[in-house]
């Protein structure tokens, strides 16, 4: 059946719970592994006067930041425990299986749940998140922090500790397939989004609301209408909705956003490793087009978890959906356009259990990290800001046609079709000499048109649905690995995580103004990492301060590196045991305290460290004075030289302190507040991630078993950070 077929598609073949079972509520202070090390400070702002980003938007925000952090550093760690200040304490709040309705039952861990269950069990890999506080009305409440709906996205799975003894399958590389359609089923649902009520009752401690009305899990087989300028077009043909304007589903949900008007925005990163396309058997098949474009985003392969291998199908292709082959007559008789109905920016009303949650084709389709918006101006155009989580790949802005009436705030997805539907798509071209240009993917520019040299773009929908190779015929300057971004409440500034890069993406002589760096971090057993394994974090600011300008000026504000490392060309932030880190993900202003918070998803500073999470006092952009230009000296691992000029912000000093770290083998992701400031809610992902399926019967040897302890499996969990004085979190 084609969505196109009904209005309301109801899969009639997916496995249904059968039984209902009584619930026991668990405790809602969660059992954990936890460690505190450091005393808290009282918080101390300079300036005492306020503002506000938009009053329907976000709480208000203190006009200053505070003169220093109030807690002493956290010590690296490879403990499997979570390391806070003291005078703090973390709770575990919420996760993967945990029950979001009242007639589900505690969740086993042992990997034999039901896998129907999950479509309202939390998700595995819990990643970025946004907090929505509850108002009187029931509806958004910007100020409200005792209450509110917490919306994370779970992005992907740890197949060892999901199902009973790892993944069933059998066969080896192409021919190897799925032979337990249960564990798939399961999967499925443990991907996407939970929309979950938070609380916080009289003694400060908070717990999840099991049964409340507003929980809602979103996953790859919920229903999502297209909209924007794709929508409707031959690119988004599919069996399913043969006229385009729907799609099944959402995957590999990594960062996230909001908008002015209380709805969330979640985005899909690597969605393109789930498809399955054998290339040397498909691209005979395909026009030298489609080819371009499969080629370009890296659809190929046999797909990351074998979805597509499932036999025998279900009437509505459950399965055989992820399979990108061309197989049929046209394009309505298979899913070789399904891979063009993912990369999207995701709309979801959380206050509105029953809407259909809406993928927003203007924003491009990439590996989307995340949407970031910039401050909401009555009577100005609204703006996000994306990356594109890949090695050498662009930093995107949005720009509405609409301008921003505060009357929208409360029209839910009604405010999406107007202000996420139509405007302008731009990818960031950053300048040897410290200034930078938005550049327009339009169709019928200069550069991006029919006559295109590699791909002749047919209209304005095909460069959305195409946006790397606009953005790669703009002209844009690739990055190292463009992940998280964040706007500061205060300046306006603008800051990008680039995690890192490797010597073959990034040689020397590719080094450039705004990724400066290649060197050699040699891990401690003196394994080489060359390139740029540790990252940095760019910033700009827009001409005259108006988000919608198409023109900057930047800075690179942090170089993650290891303390004591080379001042000159590789710790050049200075710096030290009490703030250094590698891989920067995550990334969060605080609108309580103006606080930025820094999160690392670290794979080379991991023999000395799990990963962590770091509070920061950042300055603005050009704060780095006459020191602002310096010269790297970059050296390849044949001893050749480059050096390279850049822009560099002011040493952190200890205005850039570790305020946590996490168990082992885990990833620091996701960060959401309660708009008074006195809860800090952050994502624990995959702790344990490395232990092998041949040692799942073996919890001895597992490297984690947070955050149950024992002998447990370990699972990816939502923690709240409190202060044991009901104080201000960090500062």
């Known amino acids: 059946m084609s969505f196109d077929d009904e209005s309301s598609a109801n899969h009639s073949s997916n496995p249904q719970i059968n039984e209902i079972i009584e619930a026991r509520l668990q405790d809602p202070v969660r059992r954990g592994l936890f460690k505190g090390a450091v005393a808290s400070a009282a918080l101390t702002f300079v300036g005492t006067t306020t503002n506000t980003l938009a009053a329907d ?23 499997d425990v979570v390391s806070v200040p003291e005078g703090y304490t973390a709770s575990v ?12 039952p505690a969740y086993k861990n042992d990997g034999t749940d039901p896998a129907a269950s999950f479509a309202s069990r939390a998700g595995d890999h819990h990643d970025g998140m946004q907090f929505f506080g509850i108002g009187a009305d029931g509806r958004y409440g910007s100020s409200s922090s005792a209450r509110g709906l917490l919306v994370l996205n779970h992005e992907a799975i740890t197949p060892s500790f999901l199902h009973p003894a790892g993944v069933t399958a059998t066969g080896s590389g192409s021919a190897q397939v799925r032979t337990a359609p249960e564990e798939v089923l399961r999967e499925f ?103 371009a474009s499969l080629k370009r985003y890296g659809v190929a392969g046999t797909g990351r978890e074998l979805w ?11 399965y055989g959906r992820w399979n990108a082959e061309a197989s049929g007559a046209s394009a309505v008789d298979d899913y070789r356009n399904a891979p063009n109905t993912y990369g999207w920016v995701v709309e979801i009303d959380p206050f509105d259990p029953h809407s259909m949650p809406r993928k927003r084709t203007a924003l491009g389709r990439f590996a989307h990290e995340g ?15 994306s990356g594109d989580d890949s090695r050498n790949e662009y930093i995107y802005k949005y720009v509405s046609n609409a301008k921003w009436d505060p009357a929208d705030a409360k029209r839910g997805l009604a405010a999406g079709d107007k202000y996420l539907d139509a405007g302008r798509l731009y990818a960031a071209k950053f300048n040897a000499d410290g200034n930078g240009e938005w550049l327009e993917l339009k169709f019928g520019s200069a550069t991006i048109n029919a006559n295109t040299a590699g791909y002749a773009f047919a209209d304005q929908a095909d460069v959305l649905v195409n946006a790397r190779l606009a953005a790669d015929a703009a002209g844009a300057t690739r990055m190292d690995r463009p992940e998280w971004g964040a706007v500061d409440h205060l300046t306006g500034a603008v800051y990008m995580t680039l995690t890192n890069n490797n010597a073959a993406m990034r040689p020397v002589g590719a080094t450039d103004a705004a990724n400066p760096r290649h060197y050699n971090d040699a891990r401690t057993n003196g394994t080489a990492q060359r390139g ?16 919608a300008a198409i023109t900057f000026k930047w800075d690179i504000y942090l170089f993650g590196a290891r303390a004591g490392s080379d001042p000159e060309n590789i710790n050049i932030s200075g710096l030290t045991a009490e703030n ?51 010269i790297i000296t970059n050296t390849d691992e044949k001893g050749g030289t480059r050096q390279v000029r850049t822009l560099v912000g002011a040493a952190p000093g200890d205005r850039l302190r570790r305020f946590l770290v996490g168990p082992a083998q885990c990833e620091i992701t996701g960060v959401a507040e309660s708009p008074d400031g006195k809860a800090l809610f952050v994502n624990i992902q995959h702790p344990g991630e490395d232990t092998k399926t041949a040692d799942i019967g073996n919890p001895s040897v597992w490297p984690s078993h947070w955050p149950d302890g024992g002998m447990a499996r370990p699972r990816s969990a939502t923690i709240v950070i409190t202060r044991n004085d009901g104080g201000v ?3």
């Open 580 to 630: 250094d880190f590698s891989c920067p993900d995550g990334l969060w202003f605080s609108p309580a305290t103006n606080v930025c918070w820094i999160e690392t998803d670290d794979g080379a500073y991991t023999d000395v460290t799990n990963c962590m999470l770091l509070a920061a006092l950042p300055g603005s952009v050009g704060d780095g004075g006459a020191d602002a230009v310096k």
């Open 532 to 547: 740029n394994p540790n990252g940095h974090i760019i910033r700009w600011l827009e001409t005259k301060n108006d988000p």
């Open 93 to 104: 709040l919420f996760r993967l299986g945990d029950p979001m309705t009242a007639n589900v």
């Open 189 to 291: 649902y443990v991907h996407g989004v939970s929309v979950v009520e938070v609380e916080r009752n009289g003694n400060g401690n908070w717990r999840y609301k099991q049964d409340s009305v507003f929980n809602r899990r979103i996953h790859t087989l919920t229903e999502m209408a297209l909209t924007g300028p794709a929508a409707g077009t031959a690119p988004m043909a599919t069996k399913y909705s043969p006229s385009g304007t729907h799609t099944r589903g959402t995957v590999n949900n990594c960062a996230n956003g909001y908008t002015p008007w209380g709805t969330y925005l979640t985005c899909e990163e690597n969605w393109v490793n789930y498809f399955r396309r054998i290339a040397a058997g498909d691209d005979p098949k395909r026009s030298a087009r489609e080819v």
């Open 729 to 731: 979190i960090g500062v």
């Open 308 to 318: 597509a291998t499932v036999t025998p199908d279900t009437p509505d292709n459950l």
């Open 371 to 385: 949407a970031w918006p910039a401050r909401a101006r009555a009577g100005q155009p609204l703006v996000w800001y």
């Open 57 to 79: 938007a976000a709480p208000r925000t203190p006009a200053k930041r505070p003169a220093k952090l109030g807690f002493k550093a956290v010590a690296k760690s490879l403990a």
